[in-house]
């Protein structure tokens, strides 16, 4: 079973709509969780980060995390052209704990359609 | 976030020989700092972790000897890919902790083995 799993899409969501992007993982213990943007031949921005359960709201963008459901979740309210690129979900595991180390999902491929 | 540099931003090179990227936390000093490996279509592969004044932690299938890193100073990490060949060829990244927990990545280095 993979540590962190993502739909790989690629997902495509008319301009303006919500785009909601999911991410599960394994470790139950796990206590960071973060939401990173890569667009086509650029290294990863992190765009979200969320470490206790419920909804973290910044701009456009809303984290949501629930422990108990081992998932965390990306909604994009209003979407842009500019928003299309690769989301990656990242995880910082218990057997992680004390470090900085970070399990990253495969990614999940986004198209906003003008 | 932490700001991090990388250079050179693309390097293509003959097939036997050695080439180093250099990853700089520019604003932030990094006792860790991550090196990280990405295949067109892939998601980001951890290779090691790069700690200030100690060995490097490498994962596992990770060749220490073909990847040589230092990391000598606050700021400065180097990855060395020696006697490198066509299957080298890749997207190298380094990221900066910015806690908690939280990376910070490099705008990234393509490697094109010839």
């Known amino acids: 079973q993979k540590e962190v799993e993502q739909n790989s899409g690629p997902l495509s969501v008319p301009e303006g709509a919500i785009a909601s992007l999911n991410c599960t993982y394994s470790?139950?213990?796990?206590?960071?969780f973060f939401w990173y943007r890569q667009y086509s031949g650029k290294s990863p921005e992190l765009i979200m980060s969320?470490?206790?359960?419920g909804d973290k709201e910044d701009g456009r963008f809303t984290a949501q995390l629930n422990k108990a459901s081992q998932y965390v979740s990306l909604l994009i309210r209003d979407s842009q052209p500019s928003d299309s690129a690769t989301y990656l979900c990242?995880?910082?595991?218990?057997?992680?704990?004390?470090?900085?180390?970070?399990?990253f999902g495969t990614g999940t491929r986004l198209t906003i359609i003008p | 976030g932490a700001v991090v540099s990388q250079h050179p931003s693309r390097v293509i090179c003959k097939s036997g020989t050695s080439v180093k990227i250099e990853c700089r936390s520019l604003?932030?000093?990094?006792?860790?700092m991550f090196w990280y490996r990405q295949f067109p279509k892939q998601s980001l592969m951890l290779m090691a972790t790069?700690?200030?004044?100690?060995?490097?932690?490498?994962e596992q299938g990770v060749e220490k000897d073909k990847f040589l890193i230092n990391h000598a100073s606050l700021t400065l990490s180097t990855l060395t890919v020696t006697s490198a060949h066509p299957e080298d060829s890749s997207f190298y990244i380094c990221?900066?902790?910015?806690?908690?927990?939280?990376?910070?990545f490099g705008p990234g280095t393509r490697l094109t083995v010839t």
């Open positions: 790069s700690n200030e004044g100690s060995k490097a932690t490498y």
């Open positions: 969320i470490y206790s359960n």
């Open positions: 990221s900066v902790g910015g806690g908690p927990y939280e990376q910070y």
């Open positions: 604003d932030f000093q990094a006792t860790t």
């Open positions: 990242a995880v910082n595991g218990r057997e992680n704990f004390g470090n900085e180390k970070l399990t």
């Open positions: 470790d139950r213990g796990s206590q960071s």
